[in-house]
């Protein structure tokens, strides 16, 4: 059975410090790696999705790496401002129909 | 954003009671799913549907039933409602291409509490 590790659980930055989040998943099988934000209350946002043949994708401020054999990702943001906090998921399709597994977030708070 | 719609948004019931959430698009994805989310499990997928008519159980599918008559709606079902489903419940659609790589787009949620 697949599962998905996030870590740290919690984060506080400053704001404009860069900073790494990180995602591990047990099975390397995958077809996919996505990260979501999620704010309180609210529905998930995609922010970025690896297909399991890259490395990494980016997109503004976020970079995200896929290392598929150690099953490993990171999320990357750069220059972090107050608006970037929020909760943030990382989640793998490692079986068919895009069924997807899911970390338990990394909550991240960015203070001016 | 992606037109999908939850209703109700929010809703208390009791014990024992039949309650149905629906999901309805407006974007015709082929793929709809519904995930639940509790603290210290994250979200987790209950049921999906891969079309009209066709549905499967995900992880955590006891207790609950769903249904798919129409590519815009999808209707899960609790049939006797248990404190163990107080939950937060999300809807997500997806048009997956080859090798399923498109990405899930979500609902607003339904927070549902049953006392």
């Known amino acids: ?35 979501f934000r999620q704010d309180p209350g609210k529905g ?25 054999s150690s099953g490993r990702s990171t999320l990357y943001i750069a220059a972090s ?18 069924k997807l597994t899911f970390g ?9 | 954003d992606a037109g999908i719609t939850q209703s109700p948004r929010h809703k208390v019931t009791e014990t024992g009671t039949p309650v149905t959430l629906r ?6 994805h082929r793929y709809m799913y519904w995930y639940r989310q509790d603290p210290g499990h994250g979200l987790r997928l209950i049921h999906y549907s891969y079309g009209v008519k066709d549905t499967d159980k995900g992880e955590v599918s006891d207790g609950y039933s769903v ?23 999300f809807c997500a659609i997806s048009e997956l291409g080859v090798s399923w790589t498109d990405t899930q787009y979500f609902g607003p949620g339904t927070r549902l509490t049953v006392l």
């Open chain 1, 1 to 35: 059975k697949q599962e998905v590790t996030q870590i740290p659980a919690a984060l506080s930055v400053p704001e404009g410090e860069n900073l790494v989040l990180n995602c591990s998943f047990t099975d390397s099988a995958i077809y996919n790696l996505q990260w």
């Open chain 2, 67 to 89: 249904s798919r008559s129409k590519t815009e709606d999808f209707l899960l079902t609790l049939e006797s409602a248990t404190s163990s489903q107080t939950s937060v419940y």
């Open chain 1, 81 to 98: 401002q107050p608006g970037d906090s929020a909760t943030y998921l990382c989640a793998v399709t490692g079986t068919s129909y895009g």
């Open chain 1, 104 to 112: 338990q977030g990394t909550i991240l708070t960015v203070h001016p």
């Open chain 1, 44 to 68: 998930l946002t995609s922010l970025l999705l690896i297909q399991s043949s890259q490395r990494e994708q980016t997109s503004g401020r976020l970079n995200a790496s896929l290392d598929k």
């Open chain 2, 23 to 28: 999901c309805h698009q407006t974007e015709n």
